[in-house]
């Protein structure tokens, strides 16, 4: 069964940077869509970003020039660089992958913004 498991969320000051990523086990090719989403508390989910297999990306319009997405095909893992913080970044962030008409998710890492 295909497993993801986020990792590096954390408190971070406003302006502070973190690093998210994404590790990927089971039936996992390199020919596939990997993105972020997240949840802010009282919020619907949102696309933060995705990358394709031929590294094509998309950003919401408020992360960008802030956020990078970046996949490492052979550790199948997918990364989310956050710079410049701000408190509305304050979310539970979620990977995400979608392969041959399947979705599969992560349980989520919480990012703490303060002001």
């Known amino acids: 069964q295909v497993r993801l498991v986020e990792s590096g969320g954390g408190l971070v000051q406003a302006g502070g940077s973190l690093r998210l990523s994404c590790a990927a086990s089971?039936?996992?090719?390199?020919?596939?869509?990997m993105g972020w989403y997240r949840q802010a508390p009282g919020k619907q989910r949102e696309l933060v970003a995705f990358i394709s297999s031929g590294a094509n990306t998309h950003y919401v319009d408020s992360v960008k020039g802030r956020f990078t997405i970046s996949r490492d095909n052979a550790k199948k893992t997918v990364y989310l660089q956050m710079s410049n913080l701000k408190p509305e970044d304050t979310a539970v962030y979620y990977c995400?992958?979608?392969?041959?008409?399947?979705?599969?998710w992560g349980q989520g890492t919480q990012v703490t913004v303060s002001s």
């Open positions: 089971g039936s996992i090719f390199s020919r596939n869509v």
């Open positions: 995400n992958i979608a392969q041959i008409a399947h979705n599969y």
